[in-house]
Nanobody
Framework: QVQLVESGGGLVQPGGSLKLSCAAS???????MGWFRQAPGKEREFVAA????????YYRDSVKGRFTISRDNAKTMLFLEMNSLQPEDTAVYYC???????????????????WGQGTQVTVSS
């Protein structure tokens, strides 16, 4: 059974930084892991993904150069380092694991098999 537990969210001022973590267990078959976010009244949207074996990374355009997705060498933790945060980054952030996800489907939430419970990120002065 795959379990994903996010942490690291909080309140930060515009221009500030946060680092989200996702503790992953039982996911040794994952092909990709990713971060999504969902703001109130909006659909869940893709933020970033990483190929679990190989480490190739992918980002939505609006976070390129500001956010960095990574994993630890033991492949038990997924991270999202977020810099230059803006109010439009405010959302609940979720980590997700995809067992059979392919590259063309990385931005599609339905392509992922397991989800964490989410962690709130609020960017406000």
């Amino acid at each position: 059974q795959v379990q994903l537990v996010e942490s690291g969210g909080g309140l930060v001022q515009p221009g500030g930084s946060l680092k989200l973590s996702c503790a992953a267990s039982g996911h040794t078959g994952s092909r990709y892991m990713g971060w999504f976010r969902q703001a109130p009244g909006k659909e869940r949207e893709f933020v970033a993904a990483i190929r679990w074996n190989g480490g190739h990374t992918y980002y939505r355009d609006s976070v390129k150069g500001r956010f960095t997705i990574s994993r630890d060498n033991a492949k038990t933790m997924l991270f999202l380092e977020m810099n230059s945060l803006q109010p439009e980054d405010t959302a609940v952030y979720y980590c997700a694991a995809g067992l059979r996800t392919i590259m063309s489907q990385l931005s599609n939430p339905t392509a992922y098999d397991y989800w964490g419970q989410g962690t709130q990120v609020t960017v406000s002065s």
